[in-house]
């Protein structure tokens, strides 16, 4: 029997960076035409995280459109990433791959109602090339406990799923691949524990393999972010035994730009807008304005906002939160998701007063590298951190004192504030995870709760 030959393209973490789509749609679709006409098998693999709501067309669809795209390309099977799994709430992650031409591989996700893997999932799916090669593939992704469970899911670790999963495929395939959403360490780990996972196509942490790693027999594969770059993974095998197996990757911004490109990008964001420009919101007397650097009136406002949705006292929030100011008059969704893109939730944590205090001294002692520190990631997509501003919390800076509502605070008392989740995952504030007990409101983001806020004080008048 004469060498065959499988081609794995690999793409991981786009989150809707659609400037990059068309590229990558063409040269997939092209080198695909042009690697079956020479009898060559191949498949096309996503990771997760392929959409982001920052991108106006993803918040206007919930995710469809990047959905349509997916199709668009090819893709023969994907794994879920935590902006797909966490980044909607659980009727939208329904929804989402209601028109998938592809299968959803998740391996560690329950629904909490019914106690089993979701309808829209499938556990493993194998591919028989046309020499009756036969390719398991599983699907992992990074399981959030707290943050899935918020929105009605159980994330398992896979520890918990993969030896029985691995076991079994393995009796009856001749290579596995694993699509994971867990991080360059996870996947290391997962190398050396499951050697009968012959490859590893990797993303969650960015991480860019240009030739690939080898860990063991096993190879893995990972393609950095935003699709600057899809994987190419080069597999002979003969009589259905691996011969040879080579890693690369493709930069897309060296790929050849066609007419029509750029209409198509721009033509993404001005449709998104349009439609989220649609639904008006509130009609305020006065501009909201923002400030990174200082208290506004725009974080005032959505201060008492998330006091009101926790019916809490106290609040916390940071300054780079804002990307902009509302102007006085009608505002719709577009300025809401202009001023926050965030995927952020709403979060009230419980604290003992010695707990209070002691996050309060840890946000005062980073509180003047934050003002203007450069962040990323962990659902923030501003720019920089910006000034943290309390409600109903004062920080006497010369006695070192807390004042909680105009009195000391109590060491021994119960105090409960309401932020967001960002402060939680970052990790500049250990308190909150460490010690803080936390009640997610998932089904919203932080921008829809201030819009819901200014359409009670301010609703707009029909007619």
């Known amino acids: 029997m004469a060498i065959e030959k499988l081609v794995v393209f690999h793409t991981n973490d786009l989150h809707s960076h659609f400037e990059n789509v068309p590229k990558i749609r063409r040269y997939l679709q092209q080198t695909r035409k042009m690697l079956e006409k020479a009898q060559t098998s191949v498949l096309a693999v996503d990771l997760g995280d392929a959409m982001d709501r920052v991108h106006p067309y993803t918040e206007a669809t919930n995710g469809k459109i ?4 997916m199709n668009q390309i090819g893709y023969d099977a994907v794994t879920i990433g935590n902006n797909e799994g966490i980044g909607n709430s659980h ?14 591989i998740v391996d560690n996700l329950l629904d909490r109602t019914t106690g089993k893997p979701p309808k829209w999932t499938c556990q493993k799916k194998i591919f028989t090339t046309a020499n009756n090669t036969r390719i398991g593939i599983l699907g992992c992704t990074a ?6 469970d918020m929105n009605n899911w159980e ?3 896979v520890d918990q799923v993969l030896p029985d999963l691995v076991r079994s495929l393995a009796a009856e395939t001749d290579y596995i691949i694993l699509l994971s959403h867990l991080g360059i360490n996870w996947d290391r780990k997962l190398a050396h524990e499951y050697p009968q996972i012959n490859l590893i196509i990797g993303s969650h942490t960015h991480h860019l393999l240009k030739k690939g790693e080898w860990v063991g027999d096993t190879l893995l594969g990972a393609a950095g972010k935003w699709g600057q770059y899809v994987g190419q993974i080069t597999l002979n095998f003969d009589d259905h035994h691996l011969k040879s197996a080579q890693a690369e990757t493709i930069k897309i911004e060296d790929q050849p730009e066609q007419v029509g490109d750029q209409i198509e990008i721009t033509n993404y964001q001005q449709t998104g807008e349009r439609l989220l420009q649609q639904f008006k919101v509130a009609n305020i007397p006065n501009a909201l304005p923002a400030s990174w650097q200082s208290s506004s009136p725009l974080m005032k406002v959505t201060l008492a906002a998330i006091q009101q949705l926790t019916r809490t006292k106290l609040a916390i929030l940071n300054g780079g939160l804002f990307l902009g100011d509302l102007e ?6 577009n300025d809401l998701h202009r001023i926050l ?3 952020m939730r709403v979060v009230k944590v419980r604290l003992n007063g010695y707990n209070l205090w002691r996050l309060i001294r840890e946000m005062e002692k980073n509180r003047n590298h934050l003002r203007n520190a450069i962040v990323k990631g962990n659902g923030f997509r501003g720019k920089i951190f910006g000034e943290l501003v309390y409600a109903g919390i004062k920080f006497d800076t010369e006695e070192k004192r807390v004042i909680v509502n105009g009195h000391s605070i109590n060491l021994s008392a119960d105090y409960e504030i309401a932020t967001v989740d960002n402060f939680i995952y970052c990790p500049f504030f250990p308190t909150l995870e460490i010690a803080g007990h936390a009640k997610y409101w998932g089904d919203r983001f932080l921008r829809d709760i201030l819009g819901e806020y200014l359409a009670e ?3 707009v008048r029909k007619g």
């Not at 399981?143 to 899935?148: G, K, S, V, W």
């Open 143 to 148: 399981p959030f406990d707290a943050t899935y």
């Open 91 to 104: 009727q939208q992650l329904m929804d989402l791959y209601r028109d998938a031409k592809f299968p959803v």
């Open 457 to 459: 004080l301010y609703p």
């Open 155 to 157: 994330a398992l670790s």
């Open 328 to 333: 006085q008059g009608v505002i719709t969704k």
């Open 341 to 343: 893109p965030h995927p």
């Open 66 to 69: 990047n959905i349509e795209l």
